[in-house]
């Protein structure tokens, strides 16, 4: 069984349980109306033996709840508990399934679905290798079996780590503190380490790696035990004492080990009340994180030797694993803000030989393989593929933008696999050859249930792998039509798996042996459904949202139209719920960029939404039009080209007898608050404006030193998300003509700015400066800072505040309906 878990979704599940727990106290409303009811399914973790699966019901503010189905009795929640941590949750082969929260563990029976439950509880996990439940409540440890009996348990415990399915634990003996190392068998005294702040690092077989960490003096004391032979071997000292403590530890050959350390960074100047700035500087984020920096050392226990590298030349250096080569390289050597997409020189360490050698350059992005031998990139110009072992550099013939994170090798390290528009190609690493199999016409393939794993060290190295000689999920994708399907791809072959259509399908699990394949269908009138396809057949599990009846009626229509320049684009209508020929409605349009990949996006209650600080739901049972048309860029900038292809989406609507045109607002956030910005500097087709956290002057933003990203600005201009393409001196009328507030004396009808005082993605005085313009010039302007927010609010209450500030607006201007807050800017 292959479950595909990302990175990303785990930080942004995390992120989602701590904003319910720091939200406790920022309640909405009562009768709130976006108190969201609906909720998305996420984190699917079936049993091996698919009887059973878990899920978590993801709502705005939380994504704690789970919901446990059986295969057998589709479209039935049989049990669900709150306070889980979906990466907990464990079936064990006593027939129940584990899971564990922030004070809770549980274990349900499947057949019974009796609980039991634990409170209290400061950490727990299961371990499948000992079919052992594990559970510390900050003094003792409990070891009980696969059904929740104790079989073991340990006082005056005060900490516990579970280190690739081993339990280590820190307890208080007559001795004094010990680590020590639980097996089923026997417990084994490590070190008289002690303390809370151990960690351990690596265990494989009979060798772990530990450390203990002062954390007054920074000093950490790492050790390795060897219970083979009986012997444990201290650290010696490193870089002539310098507080460091070890983050990662690979094992290589011959009995060494590579190290990196977070070290105490010594050339940190003593604060003064000056702060010196060079021209030349490559490294300016280190003004703001350079109290700590990677160091790195090969440590050969036995022989009591440590041999630090050179990290001052090489900042990075990574093991992929290969044996005797590590990857060196300085990731900012060629950094000079202009582009993210740097070229970077990556040398290989010979750890045996105790020697650099170049292999050449890479691109942004690093991918290997399953077992580390090699270093793929596109280096800005070419695909390239480096043997670390012989230093052998090849060239593959692939030209389409693929990002580097969606291919992957074969584990049997035999083919490179590029999913790509109407084709997937396989690189055979042992001939040079590329073979392609061919995929329908207009579709683009991404591979949906390879094996990834980031380096938690490295944010752009990756080792992505799929199983050789078994189906791989592959889902492909017509971005034009937004059409998509699900199929199998193995031996050069692509088979259809669940046909083409309108619905937005998400890969769940693969069970080759099986035949079966677990994903999630759903639509914008359509909530998540999971569904099993055994055999070439679906068959549904569960309905998601079995309450919300109404969403089947929604409206949705797609328009095509053109730019002034002949491109092709497409607009998303969607009717309002109580659609009467008779009447006109007014129309609400939504902005940001390519807006129609959202057609088949469910429409949800509360706070979701296509563009911040709407949904669509509430608009369209509210007798409102949302209209989401598609922008592209050219050569006249960000601003003009926006206002073009905005404009020609609504004149497409011109023939809808039932839109009231002299009813019309426009609405965006972030770079779609500054597309509407700019637009309400322009255009004279809406009667309100609604932008926020957007840019109003490019040439301040340009030169601007972003703290968001701790760098200049220059590379979202230059490369990046406005596409100009150009430095601000050699065209400097393009960055002003596509500035809103130097045409800010144009806007006609009235506008509502919003931003979060703590935004420093877009500098919050972005929107003080573009409101201050308005107010010179006396326009019809109302400006909204929310105080401590940031670019997009945690805050329940002034989400809340905002959502239904934006609603008073497009209701006082397109309705007529007075409201109070607003009437003052026309007193």
Known sequence: MAIKTHPLFLFLFLHLFSLQVSAQKDELSPKSPFAGKTYDISWVVPSEDLKYLTFQKTYDYSADTLALVSTKHPDKIPYQAPDVYPISVKYTKGGAVFMSGGVTARLVDLTSLKEQVWNGIRKAFYVPSYERIVLFDGKGLRILDAKGRLTEEMTQVSAVQEKDERIFYTQKTAEGDQLMEWTPETKHVL???????????????????????????????????????????????????????????????????????????????????????????????????????????????????????????????????????????????????????????????????????????????????????????????????????????????????????????????????????????????????????????????????????????????????????????????????????????????????????????????????????LYLRSNYNLPPVLTLNTGFKDRVIYRSNPQDKSVSGARMEKIAYTNSKGVALTGVLFYPSTFDKSQKYPMIVGIYELMHSNSNRYLRDGFAGRVEGINIRYYLDRGYFIYLPDIVFDGRGPGRSALDCVESGVNALRSHKHIDFAKLGLVGHSHGGYETNFIATQSKLFAAYVGGAGNSDLVRSYHSFNYNYTSPFYWQFEEQQYRLFKPFAEDKNLYIDNSPVYHAEKVTQPILLWTGTNDQNIYWEQTMEYYLALRRNDKKVVALFYDKEDHSFEKRKNREDLFVRISDWFDYHLKGIRKDWIHVMNS
């Open 191 to 517: 070190s008289a380490v002690g303390g809370e702040n151990f960690h351990v690092s690596y265990c494989r077989g009979p060798v772990v790696i530990y450390y203990h960490h002062d954390s007054r003096t920074g000093h950490a004391k790492m050790y390795l035990t060897d219970r083979s032979k009986q012997k444990t071997y201290a650290l010696p000292e490193y870089l002539d004492g310098t507080p460091s403590r070890p983050v990662e530890v690979s094992a290589l050959r011959s009995g060494r080990y590579f190290v990196t350390f977070a070290t105490e960074n010594k050339k940190v100047l003593q604060k003064s009340d000056v702060d010196i700035w060079y021209g030349n500087d490559n490294k300016l984020e280190n003004k703001f994180y350079n109290d700590e920096i990677m160091t790195y050392a090969i440590w050969n226990p036995v022989i009591n030797e440590i041999r630090p590298l050179d990290y001052q030349r090489f900042p990075t250096h990574i093991d992929t694993g290969e044996g005797r080569y590590l990857l060196a390289s300085d990731p900012k050597q060629n950094q000079d803000y202009i582009r993210q997409k740097i070229k970077q020189k990556f040398y290989r360490y010979d750890t045996e030989e105790d020697r650099y050698e170049v292999m050449g350059d890479t691109g942004l992005y690093q991918n290997t393989d399953k077992d580390g031998k090699y270093l793929l990139s596109h280096d800005n110009d070419n695909w390239v593929v480096y043997t670390i072992a012989t230093n052998e550099k090849r060239i593959i013939a692939v030209k389409d933008g693929i990002d580097a994170h969606e291919i992957f090798f074969s584990s049997d390290g035999n083919f490179v696999l590029f999913p790509r528009l109407e084709r997937i190609s396989a690189y055979d690493l042992r001939t040079g050859e590329l073979r392609e199999t061919p995929i329908s016409s207009g579709y683009t393939a991404t591979v949906a249930h390879g094996l990834r794993r980031g380096f938690s060290l490295h944010s752009f190295f990756y080792r992505n792998w799929y199983e050789a000689g078994q189906p791989l999920l592959i889902k492909v994708h017509n971005y034009s039509t937004s059409e998509q399907s699900i199929g199998l791809y193995r031996n050069e072959r692509f088979q259809g798996l669940v046909s083409s259509g309108s619905d937005n399908l998400t890969p769940i699990a693969a069970f080759p042996q099986q035949k079966s394949y």
